[in-house]
Structures are given as C-alpha cells and as structure tokens.
C-alpha cells in the first residue's frame, strides 16, 4: 500500500482536490485511497449515514448526538445543525467548510493567509479533526466487526450502558 499524496499548500489546489473528492465521493459512494486521510475522514460520515451504529440507530444520528454540545466559537451556533441529514452536512461541507477555514486562516495566521486555509482545507490536524477521525474510525471498526460479533466489544464505548453497568 502506498501513502497518500502530501496536500497542497496553495490555495487553488487545494480547492480543486477538496471539491473533486467530493464530487468523486458522491459519484461512487467511496473515497479514493490516494486521498489525504483527512480528506477521507471527512467523508466518512456522508458514506456511512445510515449505517447501525453502536450507540445510535445511525452514524448520522450518533453525529448529530456526539457533537450536539459544541458551538461555533463566538457564536451560539451548534455544530448539530449542519448534521441534522445526511444533504445538510454535505451541504455544510461544499459551501461553508472552506468558509469556516478561511476565516480561521486569517485568525492564526495572518502572515500566511494562503499556506493556512490550503492546510485547514485538506489536512487539518487540530485536536477537533483527530477527535472527529477516532470517532470515525471506532464507528467503521465496530460496523465492520458487528456482524461477526454483535457490540458486544463496544459496550463499554456507551456511556450509558457503562453508567448502567456500573450502578
């Protein structure tokens, strides 16, 4: 297996290899291997909406669940309003993600505009986007390993079965 390609640092290809894994994620239901692992990871929730998931009826409604407490900094936006289905959070990812990046790109890193939004764009390793690609992959493992084994390794992963378990 090869690696993925290292991502563009300028802003114009970054675009054009953010909008053409979308565009390639919607067209085929999967995410290139060449793609940056963010990138992927972005996708993942769109691929796997509807899919049981170990704590919700679906990784959509787990989505909306996991990030239901989190607001837009500044705001009193909640972050579970772009999850709310499956086409608003492709929606939010075609038209407000870079948006939000660019804006976050004039706020860090005012000496670099450029080299920052194309990092936030496509390979973004903030405590957030790591968080999000272990709630993803924990989601894709158990979906994988549910046929063969039911929940049962993720039982404790529930905080309310772990709650109910301990009492």
Request: glycine share 2%.
């Amino acid at each position: 297996m090869t690696a993925a390609p290292s991502a563009p640092t300028t802003p114009l290809p970054a675009l054009m290899l953010f909008y053409s894994t979308l565009l390639r994620t919607l067209v085929t239901s999967t995410c290139p291997s060449n793609t940056p692992l963010y990138l992927r990871n972005l996708m993942i929730p769109y691929i796997h909406w509807s899919t049981p998931h170990y704590r919700a009826p679906s990784y959509g409604r787990d989505l909306r669940d996991n990030v239901s407490n989190i607001v837009f900094p500044g705001t009193a936006i909640p972050l579970s309003l772009f999850c709310l289905t499956k086409h608003t959070y492709l929606l939010s990812l075609l038209l407000f993600l870079p948006t939000l990046c660019l804006l976050a790109a004039f706020t860090t890193d005012k000496d670099d505009v450029s080299t920052a939004f194309s990092k936030y764009l496509v390979d973004d390793d903030t405590w957030f986007s790591l968080w999000r690609m272990n709630c993803n992959l924990a989601a894709v493992h158990s979906a994988a390993c549910e046929k063969e084994s039911g929940w049962r390794g993720y039982g404790m992963e529930n905080k309310v079965s772990k709650k109910r378990r301990a009492l």
